[in-house]
C-alpha cells in the first residue's frame, strides 16, 4: 500500500530562518503531489502542487516544492518564515485512483 | 459561493449512540470523500464516493457507513459510537479523482 512519510511532526523556528519540511512517499509509478496547510482554527487548504513538468513548484505565501522522482522526495520549502506561517502541514500523494493519502503532518511553530 | 459545508461543528456522543454527519457541496464535483484526522496519525480516508449511487471504502472504514444519493450531499453515519470513533472529521470534494481537494471546517467528535 501506498504511504507518505513525514520526518518532522514538530518545528521550531524563529522569524526570518529558512524552513524546509521532508516529505517521502512510497510508489513506483506516476504520482500527483500536494502539500496542504491548516492554520490554527481553520480548514485545510492547498498551498501547492505537482502533476508533471517542471520538478520546482511554486505555490502561495512564498512557498515552494521539489520533486526529486530519484528520491521519490517532496520537500517543502520557504526561504524566510513569518509567524503567520505557523500552522500544520501535510504532505499528500495520489497515484492516479481514488485515494489521496496524507502524511502525519508537520507542527511549525515561528517564533516572533 | 459556499465550499463544502460540514454541519456539525462539535458533538458529543455516548457509547452505542448513532449519528449522521452531514457534508454537502455546491460546486457540482463528482467526488467526495471523508477522512479523519488524529494527532500523530494525519488524516486516514474512511469513505469516498466517485458520484452519486457509488461509494468504497478507504483506509479506515469500520463503523463508519455512506451513502450518496444526490451530486451535492454525502454524510457519514456512526451506527454505534465507540470511544475510538473520537477524532476530527472533514469531508472533502474534488472535482476529478486526482485534484486538489476542497475542505469543510471540520467535525469535532467526542465519544465517551
Known amino acids: 500500500a501506498q504511504s507518505v512519510s513525514q520526518h518532522n511532526h514538530h518545528v521550531i523556528l524563529s522569524e526570518a530562518a529558512s524552513l524546509e519540511l521532508g516529505c517521502n512517499y512510497s510508489?513506483?509509478?506516476?504520482?500527483?503531489l500536494f502539500w496542504y496547510v491548516q492554520y490554527p482554527g481553520q480548514h485545510l487548504q492547498l498551498l501547492l502542487k505537482?502533476?508533471?513538468?517542471?520538478?520546482l513548484v511554486k505555490g502561495i505565501k512564498g512557498f515552494e516544492a521539489e520533486f526529486i522522482k530519484s528520491k521519490f522526495s517532496f520537500n517543502l520549502r520557504k526561504p524566510s518564515v513569518q509567524w503567520s506561517d505557523t500552522a500544520e502541514y501535510f504532505c499528500?500523494?495520489?497515484?492516479?485512483?481514488?485515494?489521496?493519502?496524507f502524511g502525519a503532518g508537520t507542527r511549525l511553530f515561528v517564533k516572533a | 459561493n459556499a465550499g463544502v459545508t460540514q454541519t456539525p461543528k462539535f458533538q458529543v456522543l455516548k457509547t452505542g449512540q448513532s449519528m449522521t454527519l452531514q457534508c454537502a457541496q455546491d460546486?457540482?464535483?463528482?467526488?467526495m470523500s471523508w477522512y479523519r484526522q488524529d494527532p500523530g496519525m494525519g488524516l486516514r480516508l474512511i469513505h469516498y464516493?466517485?458520484?452519486?449511487?457509488?461509494?468504497d471504502q478507504g483506509e479506515v472504514p469500520n463503523g463508519y457507513n455512506v451513502s450518496r444519493s444526490t451530486t451535492e450531499d454525502f454524510p457519514l453515519r456512526l451506527l454505534s459510537a465507540a470511544p475510538s470513533q473520537t477524532s476530527v472529521y472533514f469531508c472533502?470534494?474534488?472535482?476529478?479523482?486526482?485534484?486538489?481537494?476542497?475542505f469543510g471546517s471540520g467535525t469535532q467528535l467526542s465519544v465517551l
Open positions: 510508489y513506483g509509478g506516476t504520482v500527483n
Open positions: 464516493s466517485v458520484g452519486a449511487g457509488i461509494t
Open positions: 472533502a470534494s474534488s472535482y476529478r479523482r486526482n485534484e486538489k481537494l476542497f
Open positions: 460546486m457540482n464535483h463528482e467526488y
Open positions: 499528500a500523494v495520489n497515484t492516479g485512483g481514488f485515494k489521496t493519502i
Open positions: 505537482y502533476f508533471s513538468g517542471d520538478p
